[in-house]
Every structure is written in C-alpha cells, then in structure tokens.
C-alpha cells in the first residue's frame, strides 16, 4: 500500500514560540479514512494547515504519492490543489453570498474553462446533495448545509486528498451520520484519502480505517481503532475516552469478569461478541 | 436586508442584471431630470406595476415597502413647503404668527408636490432594482461595469460578513441579556461597550481565518467566481425603451395641458 500522503518529522513553532508540531510522521493510506484523535491543542489543525502548504513547516517534509514536496510557488499551489482542506466553521470558508459562486470560486481558481468550472460545480453539489440550495443565499442556509457547501467548495478543485477539521463538530445526529455517508461514499466510489480530525470518539470505529492519536503535538498511537482502544489509559490521559460501546465492554471485563473483547466498539462488533458470550453461557 | 429576501423569490432573480440596472438608471434619470408631479407619478405607478407583474411581488408587500420612504419624504416635503410671508402676501393657508404669516402659497405647494412625486418615482425605480436584484447580483453587474475590482471585492466580503458578524452580536447580547447585563443606565452602558468590543475583536480573528480558508483553497489576490448562469433578459430593453418613452410622453401631455 503507498501513502496518498505523508507527513515526515514534521515540526512547526509558531513565531510565539508554542511548538505545535514536534516531529511528526504519519502516512494516510490511498483509498483509506485516516482518523487524527487529539484533545483540543494537540496540534491538529496547525497539521492540517501543513499538510495543505497554508503554513510552511520549520523542518521535515510533506510527501504526495511518495514524492517531496517543493516550498515553492509551484509546488505549494500544486499541494493546494491535490490536498483541500474543509474548515471547522463554515463561516469561515465560505466568502461569498451566493452558494453557487463560493463553490465555484476553487475550481476557478485552477484556471480551468467554463464548462469545466460549470460540470465540476454540478457535480459537487450533487455529490454533496445541496444542488436544491443553490438560489439560496449563504446566509438562509442551516448549520448542516453550509457545512455540506464547504465540503462541495473543496470538492470542486477535485483533490486527491480530503482533510476535514472536526467534521461533526455542531451537527445533530442526522447530520453526523448524513456526513459520515457522504464521507464513505467519497472514499468507496473516488477512491479518495479522507484525513479526519475528530474528537467524536463514536465515529472513529465506524468511519475510520486507521487512526493517528496526537498530543502534545507529537504522535502517541497510531493503529487500526480496534487497536487504539484497547490501550484506553493511553486515550484518557489526553482528555479522550472510549466510545460508548468499547466502554461497555471494558466495564464487562473489568467489574464483571466477562472474557469481552475490548477492540469491539462498534453495535455490530458489540452485538457479535455479546452474542458469542451467551452462547458460550448457554450449556452451563 | 429585507428587499434582498423578496429580491431572491422574484420571478427576474435568474434574469441578468445589467438590463435590470439599465432600465432602473434610465427610468431614475429620466424622472429626476423632467422634474415633474406627472412623470413622478406615472414612474411610480409604472415601475410598481413592472415590479408586481414582472418581478411576481404582491402589491400589498409593495405598499409596504413605499410606506419606509414615506415617511421620510412627508417630513421632508414640509419643510419645504412651509415659508414665512409679510402679512399681506397671497398665500393658500397660513396661519399669522407675531405680524407675519406662516404658511405656503401656490409656488411653494407646486415645489413641495413635485420633489414628493419625484422622490416617490424614484423610490420605484430603486425599489424595482433592489426587489428583483440580490445584492451579489448588482456587485456582479457593477464588476463588468469596470468598477474597480477592489471596491466590489469589498462589497461582496462586506455584505457576506454583515450576516455574520451581527449574528455574533446577537449572539453576545442574548448571553449579556440572560445574566442581567442590561439592567439599568450605567450596566446597559458598560454591556454595550463590552459587546463593541467583542464583536470588533471577534471580526479581527475570523478576518484571519478567513483568509487562511481562502489560501486554502487557491486564493491568489482576487476573489473571482463564477455565477450561476443568467437569462439575458434581452426583452428587458423594448421594456427599458417603453417606459422611457411613457416617461417622456407624460411629461409632454402635462407641458401641453399646463401651458
């Protein structure tokens, strides 16, 4: 498997002299929804605005399909192009008033055509299920569906990569679970590299394939979610916790002695292995 | 804000808006320019019939709207109208104040009366613009208008950001409100002065992340989008040429009825 991208000793202090990167490496597989857990300061949106040449590192390199990435002109509006990051307030990302023109405002951006603009603007909205928006103002438009805007406004520069900060973050749970839809199908049907940062811990064992935990601004765990959560002292130390169903399962094991499997976090994981202890139960 | 809401459900939203503008400036200019009770009137009536059957706004929201003006121009057409007279002066009503007579006389009446008529005339016109024009729409138009590029960048940042900043005030004041920040002279004072500055250092920080967002996302020192795309609209001119022509044949039955 090759990297889509990957951070190499990344290190970046801001000009006060907080040091929020402190030698970071992690690789997002091709294909793949890589989680970056982290409390809140651990570091990861400042390596999101790395990974998107926003902000230059102090050291270390950005790799794209294993190749360095060059600090110049070229190479950063190359970086933007192939890495788009969606912002955590949509007030933030979106300038324009009229949803139409904000989307299409990265496509152009590129230089492209106008029937090429035109297509990919269509192609983003519907991807994205907000083409009945379009003759709304940005201002009439709920928290959710300006969320989903930004995410067409990415979208439209067709990036290889996808980085999202806190996706979820102040969205009702029909909103999560429509997001994290959107987010699956992105990955299955264009075969894209979603980075995730979250600290929605329930989300992470369903939508993630790998995870990164961050603190301090280094890397602390990195492995499959199954693996993170079986090292919750790890998770707790850096103001996270077990999703709800991984919990439910420590607490299975640890206060009632039950032989549960502490990698289960998700309801089908939890429900398989409940399942397995009653029939285990059953000839007693 | 209130015009950009009916602005957006007008049937001539997808219309482009440069013959919008072309008809608004040249109905607006012809009204101003004749000077007249008549034409003032017949742009009234006929940019509200254009803006109720064209644009799709009901007439009892179009009254509405005209009631905003109204009340501006009745308190300024007053001041117009009314002069003080010597005691003797053939005047149509005054009443007599310390040997003189306050009060207008038929000149005065014919002044005020014509800068009302115009003033609503061109009110119409404005209305029949701004009701069927989203604010993005006439920034759009005045980009290919050679207005410098700077100044409509700054239009449409501005109009976006009117949103939201004066929902993080709203936001503030609702929270200063729920703790009792307005009770009182002195604490509504000092709340409100927290609330500025709040807001102005709220706009500060979300002015950089903003930018950040637009780096982000290829930002090279303009801001150039692409708008969905426009009806031209072209029946809009033969429109533009009638009413002028029905401004101009107006003017010319009450110079020939007057003289």
Redesign the interface.
């Known amino acids: 498997m090759n990297a889509a991208i990957e951070a190499r000793e990344l290190c970046y202090t801001y000009e006060d002299g907080t040091v929020a990167l402190d030698h970071i490496s992690l690789k997002a597989q091709k294909g793949k929804i890589t989680g970056i857990l982290g409390a809140n300061g651990a570091g990861k949106s400042t390596l999101f605005?790395n990974l998107?040449?926003?902000l230059n590192p102090s050291s270390g390199q950005v790799l794209l399909d294993g190749a360095p990435v060059r600090r110049d002109r070229k190479g950063i509006?190359e970086l933007?192009?192939r890495v788009?990051?969606v912002?955590q307030?949509p007030?933030?990302?979106?300038?324009?008033?009229?949803v139409?023109?904000?989307i299409?405002?990265?496509?152009?951006?590129?230089g492209l055509p106008?029937d090429e603009?035109?297509r990919r603007?269509e192609q983003a909205m519907e991807r994205t299920g907000v083409s009945a928006l379009?003759?709304?103002?940005?201002?009439?438009l709920s928290f959710g569906q300006k969320k989903r805007v930004a995410i067409a406004?990415?979208l439209v520069?067709e990036p290889e990569v996808l980085i999202l900060d806190e996706p979820t973050a102040g969205l009702d749970p029909h909103g999560v679970s429509e997001l994290m839809r959107l987010l699956s199908q992105l990955r299955d049907s264009l075969n894209m590299t979603i980075l995730l940062a979250t600290h929605d811990m329930d989300v992470v064992p369903i939508s993630c394939d790998y995870a990164y935990l961050l603190g301090q601004g280094r890397v602390l765990l990195e492995g499959t979610p199954g693996e993170l959560f079986s090292q919750p002292e790890v998770l707790r130390a850096n103001q996270l916790r077990l999703p709800r169903m991984a919990h439910l399962m420590e607490i299975l094991r640890e206060q009632d002695g039950l032989d549960t499997d502490v990698s289960a976090a998700t309801i089908s994981e939890v429900r398989r292995e409940l399942l397995r202890l009653l029939k285990q139960e059953g000839p007693t | 804000m209130g015009t950009?809401r009916y602005a957006?459900q007008s049937r001539l939203?997808r219309v482009s808006p440069m013959p919008k503008l072309l008809l608004t400036a040249v109905s607006l200019v012809l009204c101003l320019c004749c000077d007249s009770i008549a034409v003032g009137l017949a742009t009234l009536a006929g940019m509200g019939a254009l803006t109720w059957l064209l644009g799709g706004l009901s007439p009892r929201v179009y009254l509405r709207f005209l009631k905003i003006p109204l009340a501006f121009l009745l308190i300024g057409s007053i001041t117009v109208l009314i002069h003080s007279y010597p005691a003797e002066a053939a005047v149509l009503a005054a009443v007599p104040v310390g040997g003189r007579l306050w009060g207008f006389d038929a000149a005065a009446l014919r002044q005020a009366s014509t800068l009302f008529c115009k003033a609503m005339g061109a009110v119409a016109c404005m209305y029949f613009l701004t009701l069927n024009t989203?604010?993005?729409d006439v920034t759009m138009a005045l980009e290919k208008l050679h207005v410098p590029r700077l100044l409509v960048e700054l239009m449409?940042?501005i109009?976006?950001f009117i949103?939201?900043l004066s929902e993080t005030a709203a936001n503030i004041r609702i929270a200063q409100e729920s703790r009792l920040g307005y009770q009182g002279l002195g604490r509504s004072i000092s709340s409100l002065g927290t609330l500025a500055s709040m807001v102005f250092l709220r706009a500060w920080r979300?002015a950089d992340?903003?930018y950040?967002?637009?780096?982000?996302?290829?930002?090279?020192n303009h801001?150039?989008?692409?708008?969905?795309?426009y009806r031209a609209g072209r029946w809009l001119y033969p429109a533009t040429a009638g009413v002028a022509l029905g401004q101009i044949l107006v003017l010319y039955l009450e110079r020939s009825v007057g003289g």
Request: aromatic letters at 10%; zero cysteines; glycine letters at 8%.
């Open positions: 605005l998107n040449g926003v509006a933007r192009r788009g990051i912002f307030d007030d933030d990302q979106l300038f324009s008033a009229d139409y023109r904000d299409s405002f990265g496509a152009v951006n590129l106008e603009v035109r603007v379009r003759d709304k103002p940005t201002h009439a406004g990415v520069m | 950009d957006y939203r989203p604010v993005i449409e940042l109009y976006r949103f939201v979300k992340r903003v950040t967002a637009l780096e982000s996302r290829g930002y090279t801001l150039t989008t692409l708008s969905s795309g």
